[in-house]
């Protein structure tokens, strides 16, 4: 059973930047396929970033060249670079992990997610 906590999540002006980290229970990253999704309130979830376990990534069309997704494999973690956050990537954040491809369906361990605000 895979088991994730996410944490880095914060209130940032627009334009700003923060990492969010993903952290597995046990070593994981080279069985699963990761993946990071946003829930906003009011709006349905979005699959923003994933990286296979062979290192492929791809992006929403909404954080593409602003977002990235990245592993360290030592430390069991996955992280999720935010950079010119605007107002609408305000929502709760999570990350999961799937064996197949990565869908919202799919992914499995999320944690409590963690907040990132992004207001003047």
């Known amino acids: 059973q895979v088991q994730l906590v996410e944490s880095g999540g914060g209130l940032v002006q627009p334009g700003g930047s923060l990492r969010l980290s993903c952290a597995a229970s046990?070593?994981?990253?080279?069985?699963?396929?990761m993946g990071w999704y946003r829930q906003a309130p009011g709006k349905q979830r979005e699959l923003v970033a994933t990286?296979?376990?062979?290192?492929?990534?791809t992006y929403a069309d909404s954080v593409k060249g602003r977002f990235s997704i990245s592993r360290d494999n030592a430390k069991n973690t996955v992280y999720l670079q935010m950079n010119s956050l605007t107002l609408e990537d305000t929502a709760v954040y999570y990350c999961?992990?799937?064996?197949?491809?990565?869908?919202?369906?799919?992914?499995?361990?999320w944690g409590q997610g963690t907040q990132v605000t992004v207001s003047s």
């Open positions: 046990r070593s994981i990253l080279n069985i699963y396929n």
């Open positions: 999961g992990a799937a064996l197949g491809a990565v869908t919202l369906a799919s992914l499995r361990g």
């Open positions: 990286l296979t376990r062979g290192g492929f990534t």
